[in-house]
């Protein structure tokens, strides 16, 4: 079956330090990848996505992710976080053009000032 | 331009009864998805829609029926409420297969 997969459940950082999220996806064709981040009592908000061409792709507030199609991954970086960084962050990913976007399981990331 | 829109946003129901979870979207977009969301496991799909008079199931669809009679509505409903049934529901739309946007949530408890 089809699953994404996130490395961490619970990241704990401190103000300016580095950011790195590990997604892993199960599928061996094309995919289209997003992040989404969902602040405390908010509903999901689009972080990037990747669809073809470079696979280093920047999106808003200073995250990147980076595909790596030998690996079926697609981690998220940041240089470094800010206290309003607290989230949970999805890893979601499109297998083919199924149209199905399949999520892990969140990864809540927490940003000590 | 109100983009997806939920309602109710916050519903408690009784074991056995019956409700129905309504979204609307405004950007004409043809494919619709149902998710509910519980602590620790991510978002799961439980139905989605590619057009209108088409839906197919998710990864967990069982107790939920739904129906896309217009581009625009696509109502989830739960036949006989469970307690495994609690949850927050969030519906998205999409024009194709990028650029979703998601509802603000529907939090259901059933006890």
């Known amino acids: 079956a089809q699953s994404v997969s996130q490395h961490n459940h619970h990241v704990i950082l401190s103000e300016a330090a580095s950011l790195e999220l590990g997604c892993n996806y199960s599928?061996?064709?094309?995919?289209?990848l997003f992040w989404y981040v969902q602040y405390p009592g908010q509903h999901l908000q689009l972080l990037l996505k990747y669809f073809s061409g470079d696979p280093l792709v920047k999106g808003i507030k200073g995250f990147e992710a980076e595909f790596i199609k030998s690996k079926f991954s697609f981690n998220l970086r940041k240089p470094s976080v800010q206290w309003s960084d607290t989230a949970e962050y999805f890893c979601a990913v499109i297998p083919g053009n199924t149209g199905k976007l399949i999520f892990g399981q969140g990864t809540t990331l927490q940003v000590k000032p | 331009n109100a983009g997806v829109t939920q309602t109710p946003k916050f519903r408690i129901l009784k074991i056995g009864q019956s409700m129905t979870l309504q979204c609307a979207q405004d950007m004409n977009h043809n494919y619709m998805y149902w998710y509910r969301q519980d602590p620790g496991m991510g978002l799961k799909l439980i139905y989605y829609s590619v057009g209108a008079g088409i839906t197919d199931k998710g990864e967990v669809p069982n107790g939920y029926n739904v129906s896309r009679s217009t581009t625009e509505d696509f109502p989830l409903r739960l036949e006989l409420a469970a307690p495994s049934q609690t949850s927050v529901y969030f519906c998205a739309s999409s024009p194709l297969t990028n650029g979703y946007t998601f509802g603000s949530g529907t939090r259901l408890t059933v006890v």
């Open positions: 599928y061996g064709g094309t995919v289209n």
